[in-house]
């Protein structure tokens, strides 16, 4: 192998018809250190691509000097910015009497970013950072990342033959550009994977994306995982005749954890005596009973070793809407844990006149969706794989510190997510 063929191949270029010159030196561009590689393009080309007459010898085609300073940002090397100096040769047609210039396959026609660099951008893409990083990284203009993102966002758009038959739905805030002020998402639950985004939640919205099912398509769904939003049930009963509605766990939980803490929060008024107590304890008053630890330590705030126990039974004995309002959430949640229906069905339907109005609240919301909440006793799916996407979605947000359009933002989730390739 010669030193030609060698340097080429460490550049990554594929083109035989490139011959590196002995001249490779550094300089200084706009307060920026290149390393320059020189080289020129020869061949000797099969036709015109101007009247289209076969090259067989120098009375066809002759070749006419060459393209100066052609500069064609290459990836780094050894993490140093690097250029590619290429002269490349013009061709002379003596039938059509006119010129043009030798092509290559390392650089797009009348671009000076090579398709290494480009490829570059594709990868850097998929990955968690920001447009104006991955600029300055591969020395291009964050205009350029832009135009990519354009061109990706073209083909962002998933068309799937099916539906999923076990899907999650949620909602995140995408950008100013939406229809709705929500994005509605879709994972596939068995997959892990996002199957599709739609840039509003309105229920016309989505039934409008929707029926491009057809009706034997959604009557292979199974099961839908959501939220407490009437909007996803009042949808998944008129489009999903036959699939299952189940009530995510995790949201169950969290409306009852809310009314706990706020009836919490109701007390902690300064002429209150237990006022410091109750703010320093809070984590130990929605903590499950069960994982409450006897071991006694001193503390502060009584003067004595005392346990968690003592200080939760402390606590709620202090206030009686507070003792039953805890007493509520504990037998709430203890039952989700131990997938008791029949106990967190007794607790809703029981006649409680001391818990406080948030907990009355709750007990109200569960009374009116009990049949989609007893699915989630029944069946193994969550919303833990959608949260996951979610808190992805809040990542590449934060990172970018925002975005405009809702076309560059999808096309980078599914890009991060690995939906498409760049």
Known sequence: MSNNDYILNLLNIK?????????????????????????????????????????????????????????????????QLSLLILHKQRFFCKHCENTFIAETNIVDRNKNI???????????????????????????????????????????????????TSMNWDEFKATNDTKGKMAFMIVDNKKGNIFDINDSRKSRDLEKYFRRYSKKQRDKVKLISIDFYSGYIYLAKK??????????????????????????????????????????????????ENDLSDIKKYDNHFKKEVSQKDIVNYLINSDSTLKSTYECYQGLINSIKDKDFNKFKNIVFHKNNNISDKMNKVIKLYKDNIKYIENSFKYDINNGVIEGKNNLIKCIKRIAFGYRKYDHFVARVFLISGMIKG
């Open 114 to 164: 090579s398709n290494n660099t480009e490829l570059q951008i594709n990868l850097e893409l998929m990955t968690k950072q920001s447009e104006k990083d991955i600029a300055k990284r591969l020395d291009v203009s964050v205009s350029k990342i832009d135009r990519k993102l354009n061109e990706i966002s073209s083909h962002t758009v998933l068309r799937h033959e099916c539906l999923p």
């Open 239 to 288: 489009l999903f005749k036959k699939a299952n509605i189940v009530i995510d766990r995790f949201h169950i939980v969290i409306q009852a954890y809310n009314a706990l803490n706020m009836t919490r929060v109701k007390l902690c008024y300064k002429s209150n005596p237990n006022y410091n107590k109750l703010k320093t304890f809070w984590k130990l008053i929605v903590k499950n």
């Open 15 to 79: 083109d035989p018809n490139i011959y590196i010159l002995n001249n490779i030196q550094e300089k200084i561009i706009k307060n920026k250190k290149y390393k320059l590689i020189e080289a020129i393009l020869t061949y000797n080309p099969s036709h015109c691509p101007c009247c289209g007459v076969i090259n067989e010898s120098t009375a066809d085609i002759i070749k006419w000097g060459f393209r100066k300073n052609c500069k064609i940002k290459i990836p780094k090397i050894s993490n």
